[in-house]
């Protein structure tokens, strides 16, 4: 079954291009032009595979539905932002989105993109870990794979991840105490390479420490390894 993709853009030029375009690529492709419209749909039709999400939109903007999505559901989400909006992309992934990616953009950029955070996603679905432990426990956290979630064994703050923070974190336990460099996390988190000079994974790096609680300074979980990459440096275990 082909993936369903849900567009949501108030421009319906690039909603009619996006649909026609991607309909030919095989995906199953839906399109609306506000948040209201994108409830409607999710409501009636359940989530789809992936959403591609406009920043400027009449009512609620992109950002507050990407923060509305997060609370109920981890669904890929690619932001389209300004060409010339730096803060849009930052923020967008502050707030859960999965990547981003600039207008003007080429279709076959676009497609490329989708590709990687679908097949993203594939990967993580595809962890053995995950697929056979009922809980991961880390440190002062335990992770419910299937619900992607997270909750401290202490005070039992939880927090929801999001598609990519799931990806980082799982292949964080898959190998602690293991250096991974930027590439093999972008491989990971958006099924590509990292670009020169990309800001998004540490975004996301600095977001999953957060909802660890943790310090990039003085950091317990996650340790920067100067000009090397990252490690997790607590132990993990499986219970199932």
């Known amino acids: ?13 690039i909603c009619e291009l996006l649909e026609e375009y991607l309909t030919k690529q095989g995906y199953q492709v839906s399109a609306v032009n506000d948040g209201e419209q994108m409830k409607a749909y999710i409501e009636q039709q359940g989530y789809p595979e992936l959403i591609l999400l406009d ?10 539905l990407c923060q509305q999505v997060r609370r109920y559901s ?8 300004a060409v010339s909006d730096d803060t849009d992309q930052i923020i967008g992934l502050e707030i859960g989105a999965d990547d981003y990616i600039a207008k003007p953009f080429n279709p076959r950029h676009l497609n490329a993109r989708i590709k990687a955070v679908l097949r993203r996603v594939k990967v993580a679905d595809d962890i053995p870990a995950s697929a056979n432990a009922k809980s991961i426990i880390f440190g002062d956290w ?3 794979p299937l619900a992607h ?5 202490e005070n039992h703050q939880t927090h929801d991840l999001s598609g990519s923070d799931f990806a980082l974190l799982m292949l964080f336990l898959k190998r ?13 988190t958006r099924g590509r390479e990292a670009l020169p000079f990309e800001r998004g994974i540490d975004v996301q790096l600095s977001r999953l420490r957060q909802r660890l609680g943790d310090s990039a300074r003085f950091p317990h979980y996650i340790k920067t390894m100067r000009g090397n990459g990252y490690l997790l440096a607590v132990p993990v275990s499986y219970e199932n």
């Open 1 to 13: 079954m082909s993936a369903k993709i849900l567009v949501v853009d108030d421009d319906q030029e």
């Open 74 to 81: 981890s669904v890929p989400i690619i932001m389209l932002t």
């Open 55 to 64: 920043v400027m939109l009449p009512g609620d903007d992109g950002f507050a």
């Open 149 to 153: 979630r997270i909750t401290h064994l």
């Open 176 to 188: 602690p105490n293991e250096v991974l460099d930027r590439d093999t996390i972008s491989f990971a």
């Open 142 to 144: 335990q992770l419910d």
